[in-house]
């Protein structure tokens, strides 16, 4: 598609600072692309400049002219979900409209504050056209709870259902946001343990899931053993179809059970690495991880919440001493950091630490 429109022409070397000062006076057309040639660049115009606007271009430019050119129109970008609802929401509620929203393959999954409850028909139907991936708006009725880890959600907008293929690093996970605890929000978590894993290590991950860590970790590793341990049923059918969906097969062993369980019956001392990934639990199992450290040690990812005004240290401090409870010691804390926040005043955090 392409358009006549007024425009600037100036020499190359003068075009950034032409861009800047059209810009500035509101007069470019940001709809056509910019033009070029060996020597001249073509800045698209909505309108003439008016007499003071010329004089400032006679000003600062110098060297320019005014002429009439055919210009390619850009690709329409697409509008933001406040863009889209613009007209339909009064400002004070486009104001507390989410900023954030986790999008899980082609399900968006919003917190709707109280205030646009009544609207969130509408704020789905706008986040399907803002998402042109987005096929099910969900929107969370309560906060994460129970032994699953799950959240309730009510369909507000597209097709109604709650499983989806989310892809993530290279691997693609089927995954039921009604059934089994999934988050997008740990993606740079399950990218950095996967590539601290080391050449034939054999790593247990007490809190699996879906497989979100195990199978990347297989996936990145060819060499390593993954035990993935979930007590949700649901959970592990889902672990089982990634297992074969991401062809990691031999190398990630889904367990379905409770992890002191798993732990005592055929995990005893086994592992080089163990992931703790329940953070609101995870200090009443550090027992249960140090004793599937192989007997010369290991590293232990360890998943919490803090909240102020706890610090890491802190943390650190507790960890500690739940390792001393079980005759071990932390050798090190190879790192000790915050991810993100869950709420005001609250973070989940990791440690990674070497075990004695
Ligand atoms: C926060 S989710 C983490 C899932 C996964 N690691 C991820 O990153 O998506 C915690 C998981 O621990 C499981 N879980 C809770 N208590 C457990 C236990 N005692 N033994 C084994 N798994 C448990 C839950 O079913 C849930 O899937």
Redesign the pocket.
């Known amino acids: 598609m392409s358009e006549r429109s007024l425009c600037i022409k100036v020499k190359k070397i003068k075009g950034e600072k032409t861009l800047i000062l059209a810009k500035k006076l509101g007069i470019t057309n940001s709809e056509l692309k910019i033009q070029q040639n060996t020597n001249h660049i073509y800045i698209p115009l909505v309108r003439n400049p008016d007499e003071t606007e010329l004089a400032k271009m006679n000003g600062q430019l110098l060297d320019f002219e005014l002429e009439i050119k055919v210009f390619t129109k850009k690709k329409p970008q697409p509008k933001t979900l406040h863009q889209v609802l613009e007209g339909h929401l009064s400002p004070n509620l486009l104001a507390i409209l989410p900023r954030a929203l986790d999008i899980i393959g082609d399900i968006a999954v919003i917190d709707i504050p109280p205030e646009l409850k009544k609207h969130k028909q509408v704020i789905g139907e706008a986040l399907l056209k803002a998402h042109k991936n987005v096929r099910t708006v969900l929107a969370k009725v309560g906060a994460v709870s129970g032994?699953?880890?799950l959240r309730e959600l009510e369909m507000i907008a597209g097709d109604k259902k709650t499983t989806t293929i989310h892809k993530e690093h290279g691997c693609q996970f089927q995954v039921d946001v009604a059934t089994?605890?999934?988050?997008p929000r740990?993606s740079h978590?399950?990218k950095r343990v996967a590539s601290i894993v080391q050449k034939g290590e054999t790593v247990v991950?007490?809190?699996?899931?879906?497989?979100?860590?195990s199978v990347l970790i297989a996936r990145k590793n060819a060499d390593t053993k993954v035990y993935a341990?979930?007590?949700?049923p649901e959970?592990i059918e889902l672990l089982k179809r990634n297992i074969r969906l991401n062809r990691v097969d031999n190398r990630v062993i889904p367990i379905l059970?409770?992890?002191?369980q798993?732990v005592g019956d055929k995990l005893l001392g086994v592992a080089d690495r163990v992931?703790m990934?329940?953070?609101e639990?995870a200090i009443e199992?550090v027992d249960i991880a140090c004793k599937a450290v192989k007997p010369s040690g290991g590293v232990v990812h360890y998943y919490a919440f803090i909240r102020l005004p706890d610090t890491l240290e802190d943390a650190q401090q507790r960890f500690s001493e739940a390792v001393e409870k079980t005759g071990r010691k932390v050798d090190t804390f190879l790192s000790a950091k915050t991810i993100r926040e869950t709420a005001p005043y609250e973070c989940q955090i990791v440690l990674d630490a070497k075990i004695h």
Request: no cysteine.
């Open positions: 032994t699953y880890r089994a605890y999934f988050s740990l978590e399950h991950d007490l809190f699996a899931g879906v497989g979100p860590f341990v979930d007590i949700n959970a059970g409770d992890a002191e798993a992931i990934n329940l953070p639990k199992f």
